[in-house]
């Protein structure tokens, strides 16, 4: 990888999300990385600091939904700053499920992400 990254840097990311394949996805983030999640107790969410805690909660989405997958991603890269819109969708333990557009809002540094905003839209979720 370069010092910069590119939108398809980001789009191999996403592929790597939906193959629940935690190395391929943290290639791009960097040790000090922080992620803000779509929902939890703050303002931002929850706040995920270090590659370590985040490569954790990643997989633990995962194992939460094995099914979690984000289709129709697409994403822009501008300087320091990226953007990924897509679709995410899965099935809870419950058997619920989620479908819902999304974006994440990155903040980037010598080619990785060193900070992700993930946003979702607050739909009812839906019978399996």
């Known amino acids: 990888m ?3 990254l590119t ?3 980001l789009a191999a ?4 999300f939906n193959r629940h394949d935690v ?3 943290m290639k791009c983030f960097a040790d000090d990385c922080v992620f803000y999640t779509v929902g939890g107790p703050e303002v931002y969410g929850n706040k995920i600091e270090g590659a370590e805690a985040i490569a954790k909660a990643f997989s633990a ?4 939904m094995t099914d979690a997958h984000w289709d129709h991603h697409s994403h822009f890269v501008h300087g320091d700053r990226a953007v990924s819109e897509w679709v995410f969708s899965g099935t809870n333990a ?3 499920r989620v479908e819902a557009q999304g974006a994440d809002l990155f903040s980037l540094r010598d080619g990785k992400i ?3 905003q993930a946003f979702r839209k607050d739909r009812p979720l839906q019978k399996a």
């Open 2 to 4: 370069s010092d910069q």
């Open 7 to 9: 939108a398809d840097d």
């Open 13 to 16: 990311t996403f592929d790597a």
């Open 23 to 25: 190395d391929g996805v």
């Open 61 to 64: 989405i995962w194992a939460g």
């Open 94 to 96: 419950d058997g619920t």
């Open 114 to 116: 060193v900070a992700k």
